[in-house]
């Protein structure tokens, strides 16, 4: 097996040299890192890992924190970062927090994920963090004070703007896109609209409760909360049963905004077993635009969410913190868009918008 000293000799370079090329740890002519690649292919010669990583202080690896691997959700933006980390020469370690929410266990699953992520000395972190608003400050203080102990960590929050706690972000409008979603629910006729959260411990959920409140309000229609809003926990299962509570509550229910597709498609199932038709009798909202939304039966409204795109930026984000560690040290923060995607729950004689790009 060829080794550093055999790429050395065959590129007519210093060791030193060949190592500069392989850790970019200094400048070197485009000439002789030319040589050094064509050796290096030549004797088909394998860096290392280990040796590279405490040679150049990186190891490699990024972690990736996600709510629950086993959503529709989240493979869409670990696709995202998969894709630039790969292009970067990284590979990525998952932690799955398996839908643990808001209170203090999931406070002590979160830190356990980021203790194993800075044990296993990776050079960055994107999560998703499922920590009560009221416990945030306090937990990614501990959080950050942890990832300085050996080398400064950069972390990117996913989902959450949490600028404000001195971290970069890539986070969505859920306040407006819940408003979005419910607002077309009013155009298509609705009058009497419920409304199936994500667990209220998340931020996320809050808001677009919030969104879908102020949008009833602003446009005058009834309003009886206690018998509009049920709770769910972003599951399928969920949805079902959610949807089953607001049809005893509101007999005249007339539009649903359920605050993700797979609660929806909870939602459908259970309308068709009550023989609801839908849009006829009521309409139903999804979010998020998973693959599902657009071939199940009938096809799903909802607000398309730039999934993979979203991973990719904030990989993006995390890799420029790595690589210019001395760069502007403020928190960046990133709104991603989003749009209506109008299908059959809604409009039954719309055109069909298939999603081929994230299947």
Request: some cysteine; aromatic content about 8%.
């Amino acid at each position: 097996m060829s080794g550093i000293k055999d790429v050395a000799k065959r590129a007519g370079v210093s060791i030193s040299t060949v190592s500069n090329v392989l850790n970019q740890t200094k400048y070197v002519s485009p000439e002789l890192v030319k040589r050094v690649e064509d050796a290096v292919q030549e004797l088909s010669y394998e860096v290392d890992p280990i040796a590279r990583s405490m040679k150049s202080n990186k190891s490699g690896t990024i972690g990736v924190i996600v709510e629950d691997m086993c959503g529709v959700f989240y493979p869409y933006v670990v696709k995202g970062i998969n894709s630039v980390a790969v292009e970067k020469g990284y590979q990525i370690i998952i932690g799955d927090a398996q839908g643990v929410y808001g209170d203090v266990n999931a406070a002590r699953r979160e830190k356990e994920l980021f203790k194993r992520l800075f044990a296993s000395r990776v050079d960055g972190i994107l999560f998703v963090t499922m920590i009560h608003q009221d416990l945030m400050e306090k937990h990614f203080n501990e959080i950050l004070s942890r990832s300085s102990q050996s080398k400064r960590i950069p972390l990117v929050s996913l989902e959450r703007d949490l600028t404000s706690i001195g971290i970069d972000s890539v986070y969505f409008d859920s306040y407006n896109n819940a408003k979005m979603a419910v607002q077309h629910l009013i155009d298509c006729g609705c009058r009497k609209i419920g409304h199936i959260t994500g667990p209220t411990t998340l931020q996320i959920a809050l808001d677009r409760i919030q969104g879908y409140k102020d949008c009833i309000e602003e446009n005058h229609l009834p309003a009886d909360w206690t018998r509009q809003i049920e709770y769910g926990d972003y599951t399928h299962q969920s949805g079902y049963l959610a949807v089953k509570k607001l049809l005893e509550d509101m007999p005249d229910l007339d539009g649903v905004f359920c605050s993700n597709d797979q609660m929806a498609v909870g939602a459908l199932k259970l309308l068709k077993e009550y023989g609801k038709r839908v849009p006829e009798d009521i309409k139903v909202m999804g979010y998020d635009d998973v693959f599902l939304s657009s071939i199940i039966e009938p096809s799903l409204s909802t607000i398309h969410i730039q999934k993979t795109h979203t991973g990719i930026k904030a990989a993006q984000m995390l890799f420029e913190r790595i690589e210019q560690p001395e760069k502007n040290k403020e928190p960046v923060g990133l709104k991603m868009s989003a749009r209506l995607v109008v299908r059959k729950s809604t409009v039954a004689d719309t055109s069909e918008e298939w999603i081929f790009v994230d299947w």
